[in-house]
DNA sequence: TCTGGGGTCCTAGGACCC
DNA sequence: TCTGGGGTCCTAGGACCC
């Protein structure tokens, strides 16, 4: 049996809990660089705010609204996550944190002792008690009839206070004859027009779908998403997350890119900081590879995007190592003339550590004290904070940064960012 | 003027091997 | 003139998720 916890409109709801002045206004967050509305509560979708869509375009709505926009905050709300998390690892036996948001919850055995929804009941209290987030739970045999139950408890806030059991059969197909195929955990927009198109509408079709039809015209994905939905697990909980296949660090820029220097260093940064990932995952990448990009949706200029990779023939986790890789790649992909709108740098290709051999053949020699001075390295960024220690390249005024215009404090990590109750006399009543 | 970031898995097709 | 069968590995691209 499962439980999927996920907590409302999180990144808003982040917001929102520190500044009670907000309560009952339509309140938003924003994706990085301020470019598309990532997040809203109840409020906002009510004034009609279109989720994903650009900022700049609804910006007149909001202003009518009264629609209070913040950019995204990514401190804050990763500390939130932590405390949602060890709560629910505290309360489930087996918990896999599946998003920064939510989380499933293997709870078999649970039914045997206690009623599933009190228990969901109960987790939704001491959540709301301990951090003043609301979250729904949504309870059931599989991990996708979980979601869907989630999904139940979602749309009907008042019926089922947060709260969905859908263990048995009968309401299970009650409700999947209520929603879309387009609802169910794992159908896209793609897939969902070619179903329809085949004459499956509801989530129930699909579930009674006949499993070789779905084989044969999609894949074992699809098929997987059918017997969960008829009560099949096919999908267990992964308590332990397994080790990453690529990491990934890129960024839009706040202000179009045309000179090769300034991309330099946003490819320097964004290699400095995958190699920290890469380290703190414990692995070694022999794949570095570079990307850039014009915007997609000017019309004014051809479009440009490109992409290289570099193989090394011992693996590496020395940000030396992969600048000079990332850098390389640059090179051969930047052409003058564009207006660059976006970059990244991907790492591959993983070893852990200790499997890495030495190549009797590569060119450079491997380097002396690598590993302590990368451990140094991070070690002084953990204590005294981000980008403290950082390399040449990367650049010092950075033009190119993204745009956080409206970022909040970050109260729950910074000293210097702690919420100040003021009161005024009137709070404290009139003296007798 | 202004359109996110970070992942996973699967499949098809090409290169290459014997 | 006639040009097989079976396999692996890698990559790109498409789909999905939050």
């Known amino acids: 049996m499962f439980a999927l916890v996920d907590v409302n409109s999180f990144y808003a709801s982040c917001e929102t809990i520190f500044r009670p002045d907000l309560k009952g206004r339509p309140v938003i967050v924003l994706s990085n660089n301020d470019g598309c509305v990532v ?14 869509g650009p900022y700049f375009k609804q910006k007149e709505l909001f202003r009518r609204a009264g629609v209070v926009a913040f950019s995204s905050n990514y401190e804050l709300y990763a500390d939130m996550s932590d405390r949602v998390m060890r709560t629910l690892e505290e309360m489930s036996p087996y918990c896999e944190i599946y998003s920064i948001d939510e989380a499933f919850c293997d709870i078999s055995g649970v039914q045997n002792c206690r009623n599933l929804e009190e228990f969901g009941r109960e987790i939704r209290a001491t959540l709301l008690q301990r951090t003043h987030l609301t979250v729904g739970v949504g309870i059931a045999q599989t991990k996708t009839l979980a979601k869907l139950a989630n999904l139940a408890a979602k749309k009907w806030p008042h019926k089922t206070r947060g709260v969905v059991d859908l263990s048995d059969i009968e ?3 009650k409700l999947m004859a209520a929603l879309h195929v387009n609802e169910t955990w794992g159908v896209g927009r793609r897939i969902a027009k070619r179903l329809e198109e085949m004459g499956i509408k509801t989530v129930l079709q699909l579930a009674d779908a006949d499993i070789r039809f779905i084989r044969k015209h999609f ?7 059918v017997r969960e939905l008829r009560g099949e697990p096919c999908l267990g909980v992964e308590e332990f997350a397994p080790t990453k296949q690529e990491i990934l660090c890129s960024r839009s820029f706040g202000e179009r890119l045309t000179e090769y220097e300034h991309m330099r260093q946003a490819i320097c940064t964004y290699a400095a900081r995958a190699a920290e990932k890469l380290r703190k995952e414990h692995q070694y990448c022999r794949h570095i590879s570079v990307f850039v990009k014009t915007s997609p949706f000017t019309v004014y200029e051809p479009y440009y995007g490109n992409q290289a990779m570099v193989k090394l023939l011992t693996p590496t986790q020395d940000t030396r190592d992969i600048i000079a890789a990332a850098t390389r790649c640059l090179n051969t992909i930047w052409r003058n003339g564009h207006h660059y709108q976006k970059a990244g740098v991907m790492l591959g290709d993983f070893f852990s550590q200790g499997v890495a051999q030495l190549n009797l053949f590569d060119e450079n020699p491997p380097r002396i004290n690598s590993e302590a001075l990368m451990q140094t390295l991070d070690k002084i960024n953990k204590k005294k904070g981000k980008g403290t220690l950082y390399f040449a390249g990367q650049g010092i005024q950075q033009p190119w940064q993204m745009k956080r215009a409206m970022l909040s404090p970050r109260y729950t990590t910074r000293w210097s960012d702690l919420l100040v109750m003021k009161a005024s006399n009137s709070d404290w009543g009139s003296p007798a």
């Open 171 to 173: 309401n299970q197909r």
């Open 39 to 52: 997040a809203c509560n109840t409020e906002a979708k009510e004034c009609g705010v279109k989720m994903g």
């Open 219 to 225: 894949s074992v994905v699809l098929e997987r998403t």
